[in-house]
């Protein structure tokens, strides 16, 4: 089996979801541009976030981008590694923390 759930090939037609709404489609590209805009955050910045990001999310589309992205833009290998475990460890910590709403709710339960 060596076809996947994600074809890479669909990553080239992001562009195309204006089609089928193309007010909402315009309207996130502006803001997406935006976004990445130089800003308090250097473009180079932005990139390794987003990278990091799609890695938390698990895009493989996004990783694909913000792979080629941050290697264009200069960034090592080792800095990219290091985001990733940074966005992991938030990821973590961020799903551990709610174990205190279940502890909560187990001492409530067994009052």
Not at 28 to 35: E, I, S, W
Not at 43 to 56: D, F, N, P, Q, Y
Not at 76 to 99: D, F, P, Q, R, Y
């Amino acid at each position: 089996m060596s076809k996947t759930y994600y074809d890479s090939a669909d990553l080239r037609k992001f562009g195309k979801i204006t089609e089928w709404s193309e007010e909402l489609g315009n309207k996130f590209f502006d803001y997406y541009g935006k976004v990445f805009e130089e800003g308090a955050l250097t473009a180079r910045e932005k990139s390794l976030i987003a990278l990091a990001v799609a890695h938390t999310e698990q895009c493989p589309y996004c990783i694909d981008a913000y792979t080629k992205d941050t290697l264009q833009r200069g960034i090592t290998k080792e800095e990219m590694m290091e985001a990733i475990h940074v966005g992991a460890a938030i990821k973590s910590g961020a799903t551990l923390v709610h174990g205190v709403q279940m502890m909560n709710k187990v001492n409530k339960l067994e009052m």
